[in-house]
């Protein structure tokens, strides 16, 4: 296991139980594997999101990552369900006319990053791929975007660019 500050890296998979151990934690947390990345809520997240889930995003899917530094800019739509106070928290779902975003936007000096999915289009599609419309949806739980307050947004980019799925990089990345 590689230790960098928040950041470690490992050759094997780390087993669960020694995952959930960083359940406690005040931050939401990056897991970063060949296949996919997983954001794994602390429990007052969740519960201020009204989710019992973490959140699953095929590699695969992710069209972009950006980091910002004002990620109170990027907020779109309507709170449904989630818990904000402006310019202090946002945390849960946002609806909007195209679809739904996921926040977990902590203070007002921290920057975020943002992760945009890859929606399946529904246009031009036959009956039989129609039939498929349910498992298309579930993709990352249905989110258009993905924005999350972090300390070490340029890290979770770096994994992600460094993890590819053919390559001989690290298994996984946890950022926290």
Not at 4 to 10: E, H, K, P, Q
Not at 17 to 39: G, N
Not at 57 to 80: F, L, M, Y
Request: hydrophobic fraction near 40%; charged fraction near 30%.
């Amino acid at each position: 296991m590689l230790q960098f500050g928040n950041v470690s890296a490992s050759r094997a998979h780390v087993p669960d139980a020694v995952d959930a151990t960083r359940q406690t934690s005040r931050m939401a947390d990056f897991h970063v594997y060949r296949d996919r990345v997983e954001i794994r809520l602390s429990r007052a997240e969740k519960v201020l999101a009204l989710r019992r889930d973490d959140i699953v995003v095929p590699r695969d899917s992710i069209r972009s990552v950006a980091i910002t530094s004002d990620p109170w800019i990027w907020i779109r739509g309507v709170r449904s369900p989630g818990n904000m106070i402006p310019l202090t928290l946002a945390v849960g779902t946002w609806k909007f006319h195209g679809g739904k975003d996921f926040l977990v936007l902590k203070g007002k000096q921290r920057s975020a990053v943002v992760i945009d999915i890859e929606r399946p289009d529904d246009e031009g599609r036959g009956e039989q791929e129609a039939d498929d419309a349910p498992a298309r949806a579930e993709v990352a739980d249905g989110f258009s975007r993905i924005i999350v307050s972090t300390q070490h947004a340029s890290q979770l980019v770096e994994a992600l660019r460094d993890i590819r799925p053919d390559g001989d990089g690290p298994v996984d990345e946890v950022i926290s």
